[in-house]
């Protein structure tokens, strides 16, 4: 497990992984154990977050599963990736400020969980290291 | 509560703090009693992981993610023996002309902030990297500011035996910044001045310190504090207040001061920054090699400044615009990613103000105002000149619609990337150079100090940090906050005769 203490279950969980898969697509084929990783980031996250911005958080959960229910007919779960995706960009461009800010935070979330395992950074060519390029010659068999 | 006595008290231990603590220090000699209160932790060098997220937790106040109060800004600061000198880059640069004599600060000229800021880029160790340590990344900035016509100039750096590990933002796991935790606070500490980690100042009262020293938690960084856990009432002949721009406006403010010093939190202003990648044909040194080395000033004439810079995956992914596939492909990118930082030049405005909460938590107010938008705007419309003209193929930029931008739209860019797609809320926006809240002037009217740092009207209160700038100082701050806290150190020297006197402090520590 990543982290340490605190808090290992996200609120709202479920829903929080319909959104992951829409924001981070690959975050789908997460094995268990790496899910159980991301949401222990994303869990210590939210409960190190102050109280206003966890209740914000809540709200802005729930204000998207009726903005689903509204227009799809379903609550966010049970959208295609495709509608879930397209309504979390309908709603990041909105005029609200408070609709843009509640994707921007969970996009930043979901990175988060999904972009800070340190397997996840292996995944996309991240090689930074104390080593520097001393690491770098090393990886490269130079001198 | 337990209490304690001391002639001087600093609070914070960052470039302000830091800086007055040595300067201070002689004063142990002549047998007067030092401290400093930091509430951040001291880290042992093992602990410098450069892992992404421990790095932050233990670095950073809010692990990284402190917002402004309508939630469009992130505002990064540190919280941690060596304050933000132990997460910023370490660039460092002698405040221009033409700024000091803008702000017009009755008794500051700019050839003393000059000849101090000299004075400690030669105890950092300030100089340029040679040639063979600068990265693909540097370089590429570099090749395509000359290919477009614009000025690149390297950064003079404040670093020892670097590495080029890429993780400044981290906490060099290297040792080798000489931030105020590496270089003036052992100094401080070896002539005697206190440093107690983990202690958090509350309140000020008259000439008292109310401050809360935390335990270690379960699985914590960093060594236990130097006290027993608990409250402390700490008397003090002088109080130095180097908390920070929003520390120290938030710690006065709770403290009831805005009676006395009524512009207390007003004038806060931070160089709005975003991170703009480009994609590469082939692979780069990007996350090898110190990260920002250039820059290009336009300050003056365009109200921006340019840096080179490279982030870790999870800062990386937060700070591109949108999500889901074309997200993904570009993180997948990364070891070809070019990446360089736009900085707006801001100036105080109205209603950009430090304020605290209910429970005296800091609340920062802070809107945009249409010459940031248009800063940020042009800086990101050389960018994207710069990134072609060095070879890129796709380019990231968030006030562009759509953000990613190809070789094919070269010729279109002032259209492509415009105010209109600016949307705050949905582009990432960060913020790192923090400053104002408690700024100089002539008087109580107009401001919270005068030029020395001394607060109006209150002779034993002093402020030493980066909320002493009466405005933007347009360039990176760090050695400003140096010279401006070597000040502050000058004048309680000057004064402790007859503020401390025969001042006699009880020895219970
Ligand atoms: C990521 C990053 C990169 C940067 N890079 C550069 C760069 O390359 N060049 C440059 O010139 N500048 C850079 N900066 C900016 C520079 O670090 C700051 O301008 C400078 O450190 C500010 O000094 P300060 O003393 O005002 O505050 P800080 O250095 O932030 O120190 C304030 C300290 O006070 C402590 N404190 C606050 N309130 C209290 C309290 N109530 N009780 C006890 N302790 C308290 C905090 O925990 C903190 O440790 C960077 C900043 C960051 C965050
Ligand atoms: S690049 Fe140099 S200064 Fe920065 S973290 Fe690495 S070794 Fe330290």
Redesign the pocket.
């Known amino acids: 497990m990543v982290g340490v203490g605190g808090a290992t279950v996200i609120p709202g969980g479920d829903r929080f992984r319909a959104i992951m898969a829409a924001v981070v697509p690959e975050s789908v084929s997460l094995s268990d154990d790496e899910w159980t990783d991301a949401a222990a980031i994303i869990a210590r996250a939210i409960a190190a977050r102050p109280a206003a911005v966890r209740r914000q958080l809540g709200l802005f959960l729930r204000a998207l599963d009726l903005v689903a229910l509204v227009r799809h007919g379903r609550g966010l779960r049970s959208l295609s990736a495709a509608k879930r995706t397209a309504l979390l960009e309908s709603l990041a461009r909105s005029r609200v400020l408070a609709l843009r800010r509640g994707v921007w935070g969970v996009r930043t979330l979901a990175f988060m969980g999904y972009y800070a395992r340190p397997a996840a950074a292996r995944a996309i060519g991240y090689r930074a290291s104390p080593a520097g390029w001393a690491g770098v010659r090393a990886r490269s068999g130079v001198q | 509560m337990i209490e304690r006595d001391y002639d001087v008290v600093i609070?914070?231990?960052?470039?302000?703090?830091g800086t007055v603590a040595q300067a201070l220090a002689g004063l142990v000699a002549e047998g007067r009693r030092v401290l400093v209160?930091?509430?951040?932790a001291r880290l042992a060098d093992r602990e410098f992981t450069g892992n992404e997220l421990d790095m932050s937790d233990s670095l950073y106040?809010d692990s990284g993610g402190f917002l402004t109060a309508d939630g469009t800004m992130t505002l990064?600061?540190?919280?941690?023996?060596?304050?933000?000198?132990v997460?910023?880059?370490?660039?460092?640069?002698v405040a221009p002309r033409r700024v000091i004599e803008r702000w017009s600060v009755p008794g500051l000229a700019h050839g003393d902030i000059e000849e101090r800021s000299r004075r400690y880029m030669v105890e950092n160790n300030v100089h340029f990297l040679p040639d063979e340590e600068l990265n693909d990344n540097n370089r590429l900035f570099v090749e395509g500011c000359k290919r477009t016509g614009y000025h690149a100039e390297q950064f003079p750096l404040n670093v020892r035996g670097c590495r080029g590990s890429s993780l400044c933002?981290l906490g060099c796991p290297n040792g080798a910044k000489m931030g105020t935790n590496r270089v003036q606070l052992p100094a401080a500490e070896r002539m005697g001045v206190q440093v107690v980690t983990r202690?958090?100042?509350?309140r000020i009262e008259d000439r008292v310190v109310v401050?809360h020293v935390r335990e270690l938690a379960a699985g914590e960084k960093g060594a236990p504090s130097e006290w027993p856990a608990g409250s402390y009432r700490i008397r003090a002949g002088i109080v130095v207040c180097?908390?920070?721009?929003i520390?120290?406006s938030?710690?006065l403010l709770r403290s009831g001061l805005a009676r006395a010093v009524p512009r207390l939190g007003e004038g806060f202003t931070c160089h709005p920054a975003h991170i703009l990648v480009a994609e590469q044909p082939r692979a780069i040194t990007n996350d090898v090699g110190h990260p920002?080395s250039f820059y290009v000033d336009r300050a003056e004439a365009e109200g921006f400044v340019l840096e080179t810079c490279m982030y870790f995956p999870f800062v990386t992914a937060k700070n591109l615009t949108g999500f889901g596939a074309s997200h993904s492909a570009l993180m997948r990118a990364f070891p070809r990613l070019q990446m360089i930082l736009v900085l707006a030049c801001d100036r105080a405005a109205p209603g950009n103000r430090v304020a605290v909460n209910a429970t005296g938590r800091p609340v920062v107010h802070y809107r945009f105002t249409d010459a940031v938008v248009t800063s940020l705007v042009r800086a990101t419309r050389a960018s994207a000149r710069i990134f072609f003209a060095a070879g890129a193929e796709r380019v990231h930029a968030p006030s562009a619609d759509p953000p990613l931008l190809d070789r094919s739209m070269q010729d279109r860019l002032d259209s492509l990337i415009s105010e209109r797609n600016f949307q705050s809320g949905r582009i990432s926006i960060s913020a790192?150079?923090?400053?104002g809240g408690c700024g100089m002037g002539r008087s109580a009217s107009d401001s919270v100090t005068d030029s020395w740092g001394r607060v109006h009207g209150i002779p034993w209160l002093r402020v030493a940090?980066?909320?002493l700038f009466p405005d933007a100082l347009e360039i990176?701050?760090?050695?400003t906050?140096m010279a401006l806290?070597d000040r502050t150190a000058q004048a309680v020297r000057a004064d402790a005769g007859e503020l401390l006197g025969g001042r006699v402090t009880l020895t219970t520590a």
């Open positions: 609070i914070g231990s960052g470039a302000g703090g209160l930091e509430q951040g106040e990064a600061f540190g919280r941690i023996y060596g304050g933000s000198t997460v910023y880059t370490g660039t460092s640069l933002n202690a958090e100042a509350l401050a180097a908390g920070g721009s520390g120290t938030a710690l920002k790192a150079h923090l400053m940090d980066s909320s990176n701050p760090y050695v906050v806290a």
